[in-house]
């Protein structure tokens, strides 16, 4: 295609001649993705198996090759180095794609890179962020702290493969959120129409997240990496409800608003 090439003039004797120069072979950009938390409490692999083949049995479709993230910090022995390469490979015979690990100390990180994952790195949305500046009058750099706070507001269906995240702030959505779609925002979430997709809430880690909906009919909720999958109907005293989802004890909690 046109756009995807550069056009140089080269010349040769009298005649300007344009040669076609191809463009980048990749782009890199940043996206967010809905990745599940698996956080490890023991090393156990037995133990880690069971545990998983019974959760993954309830809800086979929603983890079949899905790319999941080891949290390490809840670790019962913290300074332990685990043998990821082991680890790894039980987790693929339950269809799940280890990508990353988050926390955990230098040594269990160095020894999670050489088995071949990521470090994933992030903080809470309460986090302030530092920032520089210039004094307008004397020149001099100014430190600043920002702390992120606007809404993104969504005033249009969220239709079926569709994903909004609302990044360092709260996400406004004023239509419905249909099946098949997502919304994910590091704070709050409002939903003034129906939640018939999926709704993430504090995904960086902010357990005092909440999920607001006027009319809750979700396929998956989360609070901070904690989830729950609806596969059928939700109770009748919650579906087409208006409901608020958060932790409490973190554990995920959902309750009609009264």
Do not use: W
């Not at 180095?81 to 799940?96: K, N, Y």
């Not at 004397?138 to 249009?156: C, F, H, Y």
């Not at 409002?190 to 009319?215: E, M």
């Amino acid at each position: 295609m046109q756009d995807d090439l550069f056009l140089e003039e080269t010349p040769t004797s009298s005649v300007t001649e344009k040669v076609a120069k191809p463009g980048p072979a990749v782009e890199l950009r940043g996206s967010v993705f809905t990745l599940p938390v698996l956080r490890l409490k023991r090393s156990d692999l037995g133990a880690i198996e069971e545990t998983l083949s019974e959760r993954i049995s309830q809800s086979k479709k929603f983890f079949e090759n899905a790319p999941v993230v080891l949290d390490l910090e809840h670790l019962e022995t913290p300074a332990e180095v685990l043998d990821f390469a082991a680890l790894c490979s039980l987790l693929r015979t339950l269809q799940l794609v280890p990508v990353g690990v988050r926390q955990g100390s230098a040594e269990q990180q160095q020894a999670a890179v050489e088995a071949g994952l990521a470090v994933l790195r992030g903080g809470s949305v309460q986090e302030a962020v530092a920032a520089e500046s210039k004094d307008k009058k004397t020149g001099e750099v100014v430190k600043q702290v920002v702390v992120p706070s606007k809404a993104l507001v969504i005033d249009q269906p969220v239709r079926s493969g569709q994903q909004i995240y609302a990044q360092g702030g709260d996400l406004i959505v004023l239509a419905p959120v249909n099946a098949g779609a997502e919304v994910i925002a590091d704070g709050n979430i409002h939903i003034y129409a129906p939640l018939r997709g999926r709704a993430l809430a504090g995904v960086l880690g902010d357990a005092s997240a909440r999920i607001i909906v006027q009319s809750m009919e979700a396929e998956l909720v989360s609070i901070a990496g904690h989830y729950q999958i609806f596969e059928e109907r939700l109770p009748d005293e919650l579906f087409g409800k208006s409901a608020q989802v958060y932790l409490q004890e973190m554990a995920l909690t959902l309750v009609p608003l009264r």
